[in-house]
């Protein structure tokens, strides 16, 4: 369920996938599970899925991945001072 969440946080997601499909109007906004198995199924490869404290959890598969995402996204102090923070508090 985070993967829904996280993915309906970004504005460029939703309106690429509710581009052809209307969004519920009631309801919490998440990107449809339809999205998640093909997503999941394109990048099978490049992930691993581990239980962690009985919580399924992707790693991907490889560092080279990690690091990139982590210089793209995470470059700011403020965050990786919070991902500390959590990894801490594990």
Do not use: S
Request: hydrophobic share 50%; glycine share 2%; net charge negative.
């Amino acid at each position: 369920m985070e993967l829904e969440d996280a993915l309906a946080c970004d504005d460029d997601v939703l309106e690429e996938v509710f581009q052809f499909i209307d969004p519920p109007l009631n309801t919490v906004i998440r990107v449809p599970q339809m999205y998640i198995a093909k997503l999941r199924h394109e990048l099978g490869w490049f992930l691993h899925l581990v239980y962690d404290y009985g919580i399924p959890v992707f790693y991907w598969a490889h560092r080279q991945f990690a690091d990139a995402i982590r210089k793209r996204y995470l470059l700011t102090y403020d965050i990786l001072l919070l991902l500390l923070l959590v990894v801490e508090r594990r």
